[in-house]
């Protein structure tokens, strides 16, 4: 092996030889991307970029216990390896012991393409979608609307080895298209997103379609006061409900009594009823379509994660099956802590509820009530029942005897997901959807649209 190799699993390699702490994880990612912007029914960027992050986890005995030092940098080539690999050596040694400290992970096999060249992407990726998005464009432009919005694609080669003997390795291909349509007057305002791994399965044309008869339902307005209201949310904004649900679910805080999922007295809501709903919320790495890495890659330790799981498999967990939790997130560490099983979080979320009714067939048997499109500025109000607040974004329509009869005000909403899943009334058929909120973070989800009697609306909001 060349000592000046800029190869990334000889980088991992070469950092691991270079490492004189008691033990070591190298995570090394390799990023590119591909992107296009539109505005006004017309492109006007786009662009490819690659990049390269190299994270070392040194982890040094003492008599007190292991401390870990983590030091990440980018653009990383052969010739920084030693000072960095240094670097997290020294803030090891000059760390106390790591709370979160266990034997690194061994016993996992060895990636079959662990020396293969990092995946990458390419403009050739829009290669279908951006001639289909140019008759978008044509379309718009004879139906009086004007098309905004950007695709994006993602593909992170990231390479884990250890000196446990660990060579792990994942692709992680991540595309999203977010369309907003906007009348001339800019008065009125549709939008929709996708989630996709390869740009193949989403139609521009249909999603201008989607955006054309909501500009038509605004055209009419009516003002609404404050308060609460039978809703549908859309697939949408379930996920970015229960995403931060999801991120709230620490069984260690929930075991302290920190969280909306201890329970009073001491211990976890564990085996609760949440709803009578019969709702599943999982996470899988093998989901079709939502595919994601199947070990741990954790480049920092946290409530939720640990850099001494890195390479820990990841398995399909049932965090509520049939209504009732099942799991809150662990990491080795804070299992022991508190008798829970290790349940890693997992790179993608799915709620299934059984039914096979589509979001317009909900519509369709609303007496009266509220549409929503999307969720939008959501931030945590209360921790102890996870109450959160935001406001609805791009769209809200009124709901009259099954058909969608103008568009109403904005609105700030007061609610808890958990509280939200205890008092759905109907849940729709679950579909892959991009959450609006968190997809910088977060976008492998499938939801259905969720039927809520008495969403609480707390306040009119002036946005759009």
Same mark, same amino acid.
């Given at each position: ?291 994601? !890495?199947?070990?741990?890659?954790? %480049? ?5 994660? $640990?850099?001494?799981?890195? /390479? @820990? *498999? +990841? =398995? #399909?967990?049932?965090?509520? !099956?049939?209504?009732?939790?099942? %799991? ?5 560490? $804070?299992?022991?802590?508190? /008798? @829970? *099983? +290790? =349940? #890693? ?21 609303? /007496? ?26 791009? /769209? ?69």
């Amino acid at each position: 092996m060349s000592a000046r190799s800029n190869k990334p699993h000889e980088i991992v390699e070469r950092a691991l030889e270079l490492s004189r702490a008691d033990g070591c994880v190298v995570i090394a990612d390799e990023h590119s991307t591909a992107n296009l912007r539109w505005a006004g029914n017309a492109l006007t960027t786009n662009g490819v970029t690659r990049g390269r992050s190299l994270t070392v986890v040194a982890t040094v005995d003492g008599k007190e216990g292991t401390a870990s030092g983590v030091v990440s940098r980018a653009a990383v080539t052969a010739d920084d390896l030693e000072p960095l690999v240094r670097a997290a050596e020294a803030a090891a040694r000059s760390a106390g012991p790591a709370e979160d400290a266990q034997p690194l992970v061994t016993g996992v096999p060895e990636a079959p393409d662990f020396t293969d060249v990092p995946a990458e992407t390419s403009s050739a990726v829009f290669a279908d979608f951006a001639p289909a998005l140019g008759e978008a464009f044509a379309r718009a432009r004879a139906g009086g609307r004007e098309l905004y919005g950007f695709a994006n694609h993602e593909l992170v080669s990231t390479y884990v080895g250890t000196s446990t003997g660990l060579r792990l390795r994942h692709d992680q291909p991540t595309g999203t298209l977010e369309l907003n349509a906007k009348s001339p007057d800019r008065t009125r305002s549709a939008w929709a997103g996708r989630s996709t791994r390869d740009f193949k399965d989403v139609d521009p044309g249909a999603l201008d379609a989607e955006l054309a008869v909501r500009l038509g339902w605004a055209e009419r307005r009516v003002d609404l006061p404050a308060g609460r209201y039978e809703t549908l949310l859309p697939p949408t904004a379930v996920a970015d409900l229960l995403i931060y649900q999801l991120w709230s679910a620490s069984g260690r805080d929930a075991a302290e009594g920190r969280t909306v999922f201890s329970k009073p007295g001491g211990g976890t809501r564990v085996g609760e009823k949440l709803t009578d709903l019969p709702l599943t919320l999982r996470s899988d790495p093998n989901e079709p379509g939502l595919e994601c !890495a199947p070990f741990v890659v954790a %480049h920092s330790s946290g409530g939720d994660q $640990s850099v001494f799981d890195n /390479g @820990l *498999p +990841v =398995a #399909p967990t049932e965090w509520i !099956a049939d209504g009732r939790l099942e %799991h809150l997130t662990t990491t080795r560490h $804070s299992a022991g802590l508190t /008798g @829970l *099983p +290790v =349940a #890693p979080a997992g790179g993608n979320l799915i709620l299934d509820g059984g039914q096979d009714r589509s979001l317009e067939d909900m519509v369709a048997s609303t /007496g009266r009530g509220l549409l929503l499109t999307c969720l939008w500025y959501i931030r945590e109000v209360d921790p102890a029942t996870l109450l959160l607040t935001g406001l609805t974004r791009d /769209g809200v329509y009124l709901v009259e005897n099954g058909q969608v009869t103008g568009q109403v005000n904005n609105f700030r909403f007061n609610e808890s997901p958990v509280d939200l899943l205890g008092r759905a009334a109907e849940a729709g058929r679950t579909e892959k959807t991009l959450p609006r909120e968190w997809s910088d973070w977060f976008t492998r989800t499938a939801m259905p649209a969720l039927r809520v009697p008495d969403f609480n609306m707390s306040s009119v909001s002036q946005g759009v």
